[in-house]
């Protein structure tokens, strides 16, 4: 077998020829490395199913911690340590109103990046 056939399906090229002008087009206009990492931090935050499912319940419907632990059987503790986690990272936003505290999809890119998930799934 020889050696470029070692890579687990994975197709390499059979010469090593540079295209040059497409490279000076993605250096150009790929953005700084610090933004790349924090953009993979953002997609960590959304590899976790319960925030997922968090975030779905919210693309639905403005609700509160309880409603949240109610419609996916989990406990309130557990609901709000998630949704900690994703309002530190600009994904839910909160608003009080009397002794309740409503949750809400912190903005449309946030419902467009679900949408867009599911989307691709369902291909």
Same mark, same amino acid.
């Given at each position: 077998?020889?050696?470029?056939?070692?890579?687990?399906?994975?197709?390499?090229?059979?010469?090593?020829?540079?295209?040059?002008?497409?490279?000076?087009?993605?250096?150009?206009?790929?953005?700084?490395?610090?933004?790349?990492?924090?953009?993979?931090?953002?997609?960590?935050?959304?590899? %976790?199913?319960?925030?997922?499912?968090?975030?779905?319940?919210?693309?639905?419907?403005?609700?509160?911690?309880? %409603?949240?632990?109610?419609?996916?059987?989990?406990?309130?503790?557990?609901?709000?340590?998630?949704?900690?986690?994703?309002?530190?990272?600009?994904?839910?936003?909160?608003?009080?109103?009397?002794?309740?505290?409503?949750?809400?999809?912190?903005? %449309?890119?946030?419902?467009?990046?679900?949408?867009?998930?599911?989307?691709?799934?369902?291909?």
């Amino acid at each position: 077998m020889s050696e470029h056939n070692h890579n687990h399906g994975v197709e390499c090229c059979e010469v090593h020829e540079l295209h040059t002008d497409l490279l000076k087009k993605v250096k150009d206009t790929m953005p700084p490395e610090d933004e790349l990492i924090e953009l993979a931090e953002l997609f960590k935050v959304f590899g %976790d199913s319960t925030r997922i499912r968090i975030l779905y319940v919210l693309f639905e419907a403005e609700v509160c911690v309880c %409603d949240i632990a109610d419609a996916l059987g989990m406990t309130q503790s557990a609901i709000s340590h998630q949704l900690k986690i994703l309002k530190q990272s600009k994904l839910v936003k909160a608003r009080r109103e009397g002794k309740s505290i409503f949750y809400s999809l912190a903005d %449309d890119h946030v419902a467009m990046i679900i949408e867009k998930g599911l989307e691709h799934i369902e291909e």
